[in-house]
């Protein structure tokens, strides 16, 4: 009987020690950023000091509102979303700017739209008010839909 309690402590031991040691690394961001099923793709990094390029006008100044896309190149969801902002290029031109955003470079601006994820949508009117958001990964056909929708009062403004 000795024997099972003595084995049957290791394996709670053991259990615990597991379990603690994947919480230090999920603290300490040793998995790797698209883990987590479901979930969007990165986690963003701390804000650092200044960047070095020059910081994009959101809104544009053009008279349209303003649809940006903040990713990064090293993030596998913002890749394939930049596919996606190339097949609603044509759809949006006329109503809406395109812009993506690089937030390893520009890190002032995901603080300043308080981004928790990449990527992220953000559907920016004309006066800089937030019309809409989405965070991660969203399809072609779903993106056109929602932007459509939250452009719908500032076309019916412009007489569209």
Avoid: N
Wanted: charged share 25%.
């Amino acid at each position: 009987m000795r024997a099972y309690r003595l084995w049957g402590l290791i394996a709670v031991v053991c259990a615990v020690v597991a379990v603690v040691a994947f919480r230090v690394a999920e603290s300490r961001g040793d998995r790797a950023p698209d883990e987590g099923a479901d979930g969007p793709c990165c986690t963003l990094p701390p804000p650092a000091g200044g960047a070095s390029a020059a910081v994009p006008k959101i809104p544009t100044g053009s008279g349209l509102p303003c649809l940006v896309e903040f990713g990064s190149d090293e993030c596998d969801e913002c890749k394939r979303m930049k596919v996606v902002l190339e097949e609603v290029k044509t759809d949006l031109q006329g109503r809406a700017d395109l812009l993506q955003v690089d937030t390893d470079v520009h890190r002032g601006e995901a603080a300043r739209f308080s981004l928790r994820v990449i990527p992220t949508q953000v559907l920016v009117g004309v006066d800089g008010k937030e019309l809409w958001r989405h965070e991660g990964f969203i399809p072609t056909g779903e993106l056109l839909a929602a932007v459509r929708k939250a452009l719908e009062p500032h076309d019916e403004a412009q007489g569209r």
